[in-house]
């Protein structure tokens, strides 16, 4: 399958912090992100720190707060000319105190023919 020469965005998700409990949330939405992306954000736009999970068990990434997160897959493909993506379906999980504010995810994919 051949790829295309663009990139399309991934609709945008978001947690408000208030409703944090210390637990880990989805902010990716019950079916998880919706293409393979090669390239997600994760904007931290709360008052409170969070952790990052991609299994909603395990911490794998810290973002403070007001901070930004950009993971660029494609970028980190190894060889280079591989493609690398976060698979289909992938569910992204974050937790913190409750807070302020909002924790944003978006992403771009590589749309195939």
Known sequence: MAV?????????SSIDSFSFTGAYQLV???AGVT???????????????VTVSYDGTNDHDYIPTKTVRDIQFQTNSQPQNN????????????KGAAGTGFVFLSGFYQPQV
């Open 4 to 12: 295309k020469n663009r990139v399309l965005p991934i609709p945008l």
């Open 83 to 94: 493609m690398c993506s976060l698979a289909q379906g992938t569910k992204i999980y974050v």
């Open 28 to 30: 990716s939405g019950a």
């Open 35 to 49: 293409h393979p992306c090669i390239i997600i954000r994760i904007v931290n736009n709360s008052d409170k720190d």
